[in-house]
């Protein structure tokens, strides 16, 4: 197999927004369908969320950021498990427009220690 052809549409064009937006508009289409499933172990009850429940949590995390004074081109570090609160914090980073960066809750502290 050679290399691409540079001179071929990538239909780059064919950009249907951000994850978030097409969230957004998933929530406001479908505000009561469920949105995510959460077990956290076998023993735990099962958590459900609509997109209703997850776009005004992640909402409410936006306004947070911004009136904490968070601005454009800032990088929001998120340290959590994988949960719903983790899609919240994606979420709610993204709807502000800014960056946001997860890191593992497996990485040793050593690795954190140098973080602001």
Same mark, same amino acid.
């Given at each position: 197999? #050679?290399? @691409? +052809?540079?001179?071929?549409?990538? +239909?780059?064009?064919?950009?249907? #927004?951000?994850?978030? /937006?097409?969230?957004?508009?998933?929530? %406001?289409?479908?505000? +009561?369908? @469920? &949105?995510?499933?959460?077990?956290?172990?076998?023993?735990? @009850? /099962?958590?459900? !969320? $609509?997109?209703? *429940?997850?776009?005004?949590?992640?909402?409410?995390?936006?306004? *947070?950021?911004?009136?904490?004074?968070? $601005?454009? #081109?800032?990088?929001?570090?998120?340290?959590?498990?994988?949960?719903? /609160?983790?899609?919240?914090? !994606?979420? #709610?980073?993204?709807?502000?427009?800014?960056? &946001?960066? &997860? %890191?593992?809750?497996?990485?040793?502290?050593?690795?954190?220690?140098?973080?602001?």
């Amino acid at each position: 197999m #050679g290399l @691409p +052809d540079p001179t071929v549409d990538l +239909d780059w064009g064919g950009y249907i #927004g951000a994850i978030h /937006e097409i969230f957004h508009k998933n929530a %406001l289409k479908t505000p +009561d369908a @469920p &949105c995510v499933t959460e077990t956290a172990s076998s023993i735990a @009850p /099962e958590r459900r !969320f $609509t997109y209703r *429940q997850i776009y005004e949590a992640s909402n409410v995390l936006a306004h *947070q950021l911004r009136d904490a004074g968070i $601005t454009n #081109g800032d990088v929001v570090m998120i340290f959590a498990y994988r949960s719903v /609160e983790l899609l919240i914090a !994606f979420m #709610g980073t993204l709807a502000c427009r800014r960056y &946001c960066h &997860c %890191l593992r809750s497996r990485v040793s502290s050593g690795k954190t220690a140098d973080l602001p």
